[in-house]
């Protein structure tokens, strides 16, 4: 526990000392892949998990590749081979098959030059050829002779004969149920009700503070400042220069907040 809140604390420092002594995170991987760290090895596995991705660390990838939409989602397991100039595109699985029973256990080898589509699958231990093209969200388990391409099956089509399709979402958000589908209110116009009715409590409150007797026009002018994500269908309070020290620590900074 002590060693995790200690690494939370430095973590934003490793980061930035890694990225700017070693170029890059894949800079990073090589250095620790000649000489082992524990904390920079911590540090490196954390930069890929913030962004939901993971790069295996004992990877061997021949050059930098190339991620069009960042490396969001990403998965490169640790036992991968690729090669020069792939282009991977998010949501890539590039992954290991460990079950002993199956035709292509181990990891997949890339050549150079590939193209890997939209959350495409590349399972087991196959050999994609040089100048290979892997379509969106296709599936790959056998080899791939270069130059070859491989897509997934198309999408099927079923038609209504024009019937119209209700395609209402109902849920439950912040315990409201909806009334009706045709009264049903979306997630952000119940949030920015709630938050309307929040803003008028508010109002009210201030306006009695202001007309009480022997209320200071510094208090008078301080209120609460309600900040709503209707998105979420929630109302938060923002921090602003007027919450005092003692009242960050006691967690009431709602009541101070400068208008």
């Keep these: 526990m002590l060693k995790d809140l200690i690494f939370g604390i430095l973590r934003p420092f490793l980061t930035a000392y890694a990225l700017i002594r070693y170029g890059s995170i894949w800079g990073l991987k090589e250095h620790l892949m000649r000489r082992p760290s524990k904390l920079l090895r911590l540090t490196y596995g954390h930069f890929f998990l913030q962004r939901g991705s993971f790069v295996g660390l004992t990877s061997e990838i021949a050059g930098v590749p ?29 992954g290991s098959n460990n079950l002993p029973d199956t035709k292509k256990p181990g990891s997949p080898t890339i050549g150079n030059n590939v193209y890997i589509g939209v959350g495409a699958k590349v399972i087991g231990g196959i050999t994609i050829g040089d100048n290979c093209r892997i379509g969106a969200n296709a599936v790959v388990y056998e080899d791939m002779p270069p130059n070859s391409v491989a897509v997934c099956a198309a999408t099927r089509i079923i038609s209504k004969d024009g019937e119209p399709l209700d395609n209402t979402y109902r849920t439950t958000l912040d315990g409201v149920e909806p009334r009706s589908s045709g009264e049903s209110q979306s997630g952000t116009t119940a949030g920015l009700e709630r938050m309307r009715w929040f803003m008028r409590i508010c109002r009210r409150i201030r306006s009695r503070s202001a007309r009480r007797p022997g ?13 709503a994500r209707p998105s979420m269908g929630w109302i938060t309070f923002s921090k602003t220069a007027g919450c005092t020290e003692r009242n960050r620590r006691n967690g009431t900074f709602g009541q101070v907040l400068q208008a």
């Design 215 to 227: 209320s200071s026009p510094k208090m008078a002018n301080r209120s609460i400042i309600p900040t």
């Design 66 to 94: 190339c991620f069009p939409h960042g490396i969001q989602g990403i998965f490169i397991s640790n036992t991968a081979k690729l090669g020069k100039d792939v282009v991977i595109f998010q949501q890539v699985t590039i």
